[in-house]
């Protein structure tokens, strides 16, 4: 129904940057909210930021915020996470996701479970 596909993983230096994106297609109608999440290897997936419909909302992880920015263009129906100052405890693979409960709850979901559909993950290594 949806397909979400991220892109721009890579490996980088401690201190780089990245800039992910992520791509919807197929039955994307409503204003659904986007969402990056991440998992290491060994540990449990965690969120990373997400953002509103109208893109003026967002939230993020506390290991994150200030050096993370998600943004997004419904035009293009993409979302992007640019990441800064990257440490070797950003390694993970990066999922994004879509909410389409968000018009009737009102905010950004925080959990796995708020989000409908999944990508299928872009690495990001960082090397220190």
């Known amino acids: 129904q949806v397909q979400l596909v991220e892109s721009g993983g890579g490996m980088v230096q401690a201190g780089g940057s990245l800039r992910l994106s992520c791509t919807a297609s197929?039955?994307?109608?409503?204003?659904?909210?986007m969402a990056w999440f991440r998992q290491a290897p060994g540990k449990e997936r965690e969120f990373v930021a997400a953002?509103?419909?109208?893109?003026?909302?967002?939230d993020y992880a506390d290991s994150v915020r200030g050096r993370f920015t998600i943004s997004r263009d419904n035009v293009k129906r993409q979302v992007y996470l640019q990441m800064n100052s990257l440490k070797p405890d950003d390694t993970a693979n990066y999922y994004c996701?879509?909410?389409?409960?968000?018009?009737?709850?009102?905010?950004?979901?925080?959990?796995?479970?708020?989000?409908?559909?999944w990508g299928q993950g872009t690495q990001v290594t960082v090397s220190s």
């Open positions: 197929g039955r994307t109608f409503g204003s659904y909210a």
């Open positions: 953002i509103s419909w109208s893109g003026i909302n967002a």
């Open positions: 996701a879509a909410d389409f409960k968000f018009p009737t709850r009102g905010a950004l979901g925080l959990d796995e479970y708020d989000y409908d559909y």
